[in-house]
């Protein structure tokens, strides 16, 4: 299926209705889709997946007098697996500067992404099934560097994120089952979550008391604690590993970047046998007799080297022996999971109960209208997080002057490289169509820490990908016009009964109760 509205409008649609007086400035950059073999390295066989890149910068500007300043980020990865009609959303990275005049935008933000890649109606994908995965687990900042410096900033700690995303996620179901009933399709929604270390007893009055007292959803949403792969009536977007060839739990946890369960993906695959390490055979001695070498070798026959196809399908390491019960179960003993604070994983599955098929004859590599290429969502990502800071106010607002130009600038062919001072930046034209080109200078070398990424694999040995048979995308103003940025006037009027920090957690104001003195009696 596909809509004839926008993701940048459907965003600018649901930021309209938040209370205040304010104006939005949204920048959405959707990459084309690409080959990818990085979401399940180890399935065997490894299906064919595309990969795209989905990067959303909000500012927010309180009248026309005042500068803009940027608010919120998110950073998401989009997997589409046409073998199994899925697709599976992972927020990568949501994060807030804490400079918003009124209540947050943030959750308006998440929730209206999620719906609209959730929604059958509004997916830009062609698949039947999406998935919506994320891993809870709070920082102080995320992509904004040094923003924690920032006083105003208020980030949620560990078990009220873990609330927040519940809710958040909760609502989207909501919304999805109540379009559902209205139309004449269905979307069939299941929602799960796990906190490790923590039972569901332990998990489920931990979120309440984190919760506190909301109003109750329209549609209230079952939540399973626990994981998704088990499922029966919902089909995983890697196809099952093949019986004859026994199992394999590559086939059903995925692989995220800067996710512990891909690094605990990783020990399992690279874990030696249950024999442990063995050691190399020995080899025939070269001053060996030739009868004492031909006994040697009847004795001890040297097996024929395997071919390449059957290296290829083996299962590596202990993966064919731990099931997807004990991975979640040893999940809960990572010292990424049990260091002190709360994490969760959550997933959302939205599937499609129409009759009518969402496949499409278009290529699922070729670049739709208003997508850019993905090397201008890496470019952006690398000037948020290294050439950028968000430590006061007016860093924040030089900040947001250079990254809205970068990304402008990239649309109109200029590519634009911020200066050691990080106050301006410098256009360089590309000459296009030329067959030699002078090289763009490397970024300065900041003092700015790198956010945590996951290491490489060891040893790992992915076949090559062929060459995308569709060039990539050029963006142009046009494309910049009508797919990337919008923005849009609010004037609604503030909520009265609770107020809302930055990251949009309600306040209830605070009542001062006065207790009544009772007149002491005389004794005399």
């Known amino acids: 299926m596909t809509s004839t509205i926008t993701l940048r409008d459907s965003l600018l649609a649901a930021l309209s209705k938040l209370p205040g007086t304010r104006e939005f400035h949204l920048h959405v950059l959707v990459s084309a889709p690409r080959k990818n073999n990085a979401l399940f390295p180890f399935a065997r066989p490894r299906p064919r997946t595309y990969l795209q890149d989905v990067f959303i910068l909000l500012s927010e500007q309180e009248n026309p007098d005042k500068p803009r300043i940027i608010v919120t980020a998110i950073e998401a990865s989009v997997f589409n697996i046409p073998a199994t009609s899925s697709a599976v959303f992972y927020v990568s990275k949501v994060d807030s500067t804490g400079h918003s005049t009124g209540p947050s935008p943030t959750a308006a933000l998440v929730r209206s992404l999620l719906t609209f890649y959730a929604d059958p109606a509004t997916r830009p994908v ?136 891909s690094r605990f993906l990783d020990e399992i695959a690279y874990m030696p046998g249950a024999d442990g390490i063995k050691s190399p055979a020995r080899k025939r001695s070269k001053t060996a007799s030739s009868s004492s070498s031909a006994t040697l070798a009847n004795d001890e026959p040297t097996p024929e080297p395997a071919s390449k196809e059957a290296k290829e399908d083996k299962v590596m390491g202990e993966l064919g022996k731990v099931t997807a019960d004990e991975f979640w179960e040893r999940m809960g003993f990572r010292q990424e999971c049990v260091a002190g604070a709360v994490t969760g994983f959550f997933t959302l599955t939205a599937s499609s109960t129409s009759n009518k098929t969402s496949r499409s004859t278009i290529s699922p590599l070729a670049p739709q209208p208003g997508q850019v290429s993905s090397q201008i969502n890496k470019r952006i990502m690398t000037s948020l997080t290294t050439q950028v800071e968000f430590s006061t106010v007016e860093r924040s607002i030089r900040a947001t002057e250079t990254l809205e130009s970068a990304i402008k600038g990239l649309c109109e062919g200029i590519s634009t490289v911020p200066s050691s001072s990080n106050s301006t930046i410098r256009p360089t034209i590309v000459r296009k169509n030329t067959e030699r080109r002078t090289p763009e200078p490397e970024p300065p070398a900041t003092s700015l820490l790198v956010p945590p990424r996951t290491p490489p694999r060891k040893n790992a040995s992915l076949p090559e990908i062929s060459p995308n048979p569709f060039p990539e995308p050029i963006a142009s103003l046009e494309t910049y016009r009508s797919y990337i940025y919008g923005s849009t006037a609010v004037s609604n009027p503030l909520p009265t009964s609770a107020t809302k920090t930055s990251n949009g957690t309600e306040v209830t104001p605070h009542v001062t109760v006065l207790t009544v003195r009772r007149k002491k009696k005389r004794t005399d």
């Open 126 to 261: 062609a698949a039947d099934h999406l998935w919506i995965q994320l891993f809870a687990r709070a920082q102080a900042q995320y992509l904004f560097p040094n923003s924690a410096e920032f006083e105003g900033k208020k980030p949620l700690n560990d078990v009220k994120l873990c609330a927040w995303w519940k809710r958040l996620l909760s609502q989207v179901a909501s919304d999805l089952e109540s379009k559902a009933s209205s139309s004449e399709g269905g979307t069939k929604v299941k929602a799960f979550y796990l906190l490790p270390g923590y039972s569901e007893l332990e998990a489920e009055d931990t979120i309440r008391i984190a919760t506190g007292s909301r109003p109750p959803l329209s549609k209230p949403i079952v939540w399973k604690y626990g994981h998704p792969y088990c499922e029966e009536d919902i089909p995983l977007p890697c196809p099952k590993d093949n019986p004859e060839k026994g199992a394999n739990l590559g086939n059903y946890i995925p692989w995220f970047d800067d996710d512990p369960k």
